[in-house]
């Protein structure tokens, strides 16, 4: 099978581009200093070349994740690096300690004893470093720390996700707040103790010399969006939501990939030699640059969306092709949910 | 069940604000006069109370919709408003036609042969009425018909969306301009025949009096979201993604419902005395109106989203709730995908 022969709106993978994302990141940070990120792809066969080039620890933001991942048999260490009260999934992350490493974050008392209750056996304190989202106050830590080893609860380290300063360019300038906000983060883990000190993402992953982080979570560099796509890095676009051009007037084209295949919170989506105008439930409407040949109805589109981790968890399969186009596998995003 | 032992996020649908909508617009528009469309909540179990009211003719926007509207046994006329070429969608569609009415929408010689090709009997065409997206040009609607018709397929008249009119504030400019795009419409009917002038959504369904539209297409009015939910109507919110929240600050807390649960394509969602910050992929930030007390850890919170249909592609189920709260159905939504 081909791209051309897809049915659309499909997501598509460049299968040489994701493995030079991903040796890419792993030359920069080897086995187990990258928690590659799961979220941002939410797919067990793209996990598995992750872990292909020396990763084993991953991250995940839902409880499903951790134990779609373990399913797979991919990964061995799993860091829930995100906040939940739910007994039910607290539960079922217990009953499968056995068949990995599970690690919950907490950042309240409350977080503390829904994962003691659950019989979760290992914690990690999430530290606030700035981003208004998750994460105690760094006065909080050591407390907490010492009220989950009260309880038995092994405390593996601290987290904090520097996710305010993804997007500054200036380099020097977002170097200097990633230090800023990792000194915070040594500090609590002096209060916390363990061996883990965890951060990061894809905009900020070469931003940790001189600091005590000893592991990455970055999700994003794998695949890439247009939203990362405008910082400096050396991590290349590998996924597009490819389209068929539908419609084609005098002034506009229209190509049947819209809302429901992409996500717009980080700004309209882009097509390489186009200008796109605005996207529906079902549809992107578009027009080439000046000088660009008008599309023709059926042909193909690639669509480059502003933020992959919502994207690819609105589809069912991630078609992975060569530089031939031809699709040489069909990973399902088996991740979704929660 | 109750909606506080819901895992989260969940959408959740009251049950009186869902039947009053429907109640509402079947006043309106009784019968075969409203084709709702199910894009805007991909679930037959709604669709089922909208057929309860005396609708029993659908507008889809995939064929998907069509065969899953068709499988539950809800409707018997379909019409896929939306251009189609995969051949393979269409031959299921033509499969299905000694179950159910189907008529396809087409715009373009090349949606018209992809349509004859697979074995479509019946098609509407789309007419451009002002919204840069698909729809034939006025000047191209009789001869795509005569082209049709010379197939031996039967042409059951025009549609057209003026979707670029559905945000006008001013009801007499809205009206007005309204009244000029259906007389373009009804310009194209003359050259097209047939007997249906089918147009409009939840934004333009009471402007259609002194036009020759016969059926219009509204699906929003049903749920409702914070968009729609700005004009002035009768329509009031019947659904949001219900959250828990899972960490509070000094200055801020944090709900698990997120980008993958609601679109934010219209938006930041609502969430009722509070101001929203921002969404993450699984989190919103906000915080209490001045004078509204603090949420507590574990409360639950009802976002109002900004944009219906997406939020909708985005989960599996929808929880019916009554006025006490109590979950007194699951509806599957089971028309995602394409």
Known sequence: MHIYDLPTPAVVIDVAALHKNIATMADIHPGRRLRPHVKAHKCTGLAAEQQGVGHRSFTCATPREILGMIAAEVGDDFLLANETLDPLRL???????????????????????????????NVMIDVNVGLPRCGCPLSMAGRLADAARVRGINVRGVMGYEGHLMMVTDRDEKRTRVQQA???LAEAHEDVGGDIVSAGGTGTYDMFSGTTVNEVQAGSYALMDSHYGQLDSPFVQAMWVVGTVISVQEKWSVADVGLK??????????????????????????????????PKINDRVFVTPSHIDPTMAMHDIAYVANQFGEIIAEWPIDLRGW
Do not use: N, Y
Not at 266 to 290: R, Y
């Open 182 to 184: 990792m000194a915070l």
């Open 91 to 121: 539960a079922a992350l217990a009953a499968a300690q056995d068949d990995a490493l599970i690690t919950v974050a907490i950042d309240s008392e409350e977080t503390l004893m829904a994962a003691d209750k659950a019989g979760i056996r």
């Open 261 to 294: 295949s992409l996500s717009l919170d980080h700004g309209d989506p882009k097509i390489e030699k186009h200008s796109v105008w605005f996207c529906s439930d079902e549809h992107t409407t578009f027009s080439p640059l000046e000088g660009e040949p008008r």
